[in-house]
C-alpha cells in the first residue's frame, strides 16, 4: 500500500495542506496514521476519502454534512442505505446544475454565433422575426 506525506497528498489532490490538517482535526480524514513524531501518513482510503470529500463540497453540500457522511462510513454496513441516499440527493443537486449550466452554455453560443455573423456581415442588427424567436427560446426555457 502506498503512503503519502501530506505534502504528496496535496499536490496530488490540489488541495492546501493548511486544509488536510483542518479536515483531519475535525474528523473528515478519520483513518490518517501518524508516524512516531507526530508527522501525518496518508494512504490510498485517506486519498479515496479526500476525492469524496472534495466531490461533495463541489456540490455545495456543507463540511458538517459531509462530516455526517464520514461517521457513517466509519460506523460501517448499517448506515449504507443513509449514504445511498445522500447520494441520489446529490446526484439529483448536480444533475440539476448540469441543467441550468447548459442553458448557460446555449445562450453563450447563441451570443458567439451572432457576434460572428457581426463580424462577417459588418452589421450587428437583428431582424424582428429572429428577435421574436429569440425571446420565444427564453421563454421556453430553451435559452
Given at each position: ?8 497528498l ?5 488541495v ?11 474528523g ?22 479526500l476525492?469524496?470529500?472534495e466531490?461533495l ?43 441550468q ?6 445562450t453563450?453560443n ?34
Open positions: 500500500m502506498m503512503n503519502y506525506t501530506i505534502g504528496e496535496s499536490k496530488i489532490m490540489n492546501s495542506i493548511h486544509t488536510l490538517r483542518y479536515y483531519d482535526n475535525e473528515l480524514l478519520p483513518f490518517v496514521q501518524r508516524k512516531p513524531n507526530g508527522q501525518r501518513i496518508f494512504t490510498h482510503r485517506d486519498l479515496i476519502f476525492n469524496t470529500i466531490c463540497k463541489s456540490t455545495g453540500m456543507p463540511l458538517k454534512e459531509i462530516k455526517q457522511y464520514i461517521e457513517w462510513c466509519v460506523e460501517g454496513m448499517p448506515t449504507v442505505p443513509q449514504r445511498y441516499e445522500l447520494f441520489l440527493e446529490r446526484k439529483a443537486i448536480v444533475e440539476e446544475q448540469i441543467a449550466m447548459q442553458k448557460i452554455l446555449a453563450i447563441y451570443k458567439c454565433d451572432f457576434y460572428k455573423k457581426a463580424i462577417e456581415t459588418g452589421k450587428v442588427d437583428i431582424c424582428e422575426s429572429e428577435r421574436q424567436l429569440l425571446a420565444q427560446k427564453i421563454l421556453d426555457g430553451t435559452l
